[in-house]
T-cell receptor, first 112, second 115 residues
Framework: ELKVEQNPLFLSMQEGKNYTIYCNYS?????LYWYRQDPGKSLESLFV?????AVKQEGRLMASLDTKARLSTLHITAAVHDLSATYFC????????????FGPGTSLSVIP | DTAVSQTPKYLVTQMGNDKSIKCEQN?????MYWYKQDSKKFLKIMFS???????INETVPNRFSPKSPDKAHLNLHINSLELGDSAVYFC??????????????FGQGTRLTVV
């Protein structure tokens, strides 16, 4: 059974600091997604990583995928308060979305 | 223009009742899904529906049933509601493309409270 873990589950960081969220998974996959969820809101797609070594950046967020290590990272650079949200990774082990397993989420709080 | 829309946004009902949540997507996607998010924010897929093929998560009670009148709609019917059904339910859709992006687009969620 596929397990998807995220580390840390809760993160409080100061504005301006850098930090990395880790997503580990237990079976072979070369497709991984990162989503953001604001409190009481829907999930917003951030990144789709489709191959080993894939790296994508959007603003202060950068995501990478190492399929050999079964690891994805979401790096936050110079955090700002607007980045406060819950971040989910989701691992795709099938050919369509019904085989996507979500991690437990990392609740990020950026404080002044 | 909302891509994936759900109604209602909030639903409070008594145990034992039957209720429905509606979902519509205007993205032209061929697959739709229902997810359940519990109080700890854990997301679990319940169903996916693609071109009349329904894929069910075997852990979902048969009190839950999806109904798709057409490609753009996937409604969720829940019979004999229980306290444990209280959660946020998300509808989502995606376009299946082999080897390509299959990211899902989510609705705003329906917060179901069973009392």
């Amino acid at each position: 059974e596929l397990k998807v873990e995220q580390n840390p589950l809760f993160l409080s960081m100061q504005e301006g600091k850098n930090y990395t969220i880790y997503c580990n998974y237990s079976t072979t996959s070369d497709r991984l997604y990162w989503y953001r969820q604001d409190p009481g809101k829907s999930l917003e797609s951030l990144f789709v990583l489709l191959s080993n070594g894939a790296v994508k950046q959007e603003g202060r967020l950068m995501a990478s995928l190492d399929t050999k290590a079964r690891l994805s990272t979401l790096h936050i650079t110079a955090a700002v308060h607007d980045l406060s949200a819950t971040y989910f990774c989701a691992v795709d082990i099938g050919t369509s979305y019904d085989k996507v397993i979500f991690g437990p989420g990392t609740s990020l709080s950026v404080i002044p | 223009d909302t891509a994936v829309s759900q109604t209602p946004k909030y639903l409070v009902t008594q145990m034992g009742n039957d209720k429905s949540i509606k979902c519509e997507q205007n993205l032209g996607h061929d697959t739709m899904y229902w997810y359940k998010q519990d109080s700890k924010k854990f997301l679990k897929i319940m169903f996916s529906y693609n071109n009349k093929e329904l894929i069910i998560n075997e852990t979902v009670p048969n009190r839950f049933s999806p109904k798709s009148p057409d490609k753009a709609h996937l409604n969720l019917h829940i019979n004999s509601l229980e306290l444990g059904d209280s959660a946020v339910y998300f509808c989502a859709s995606s376009q299946d493309e082999t080897g390509g992006d299959t990211e899902a687009f989510f609705g705003q969620g329906t917060r179901l409270t069973v009392v």
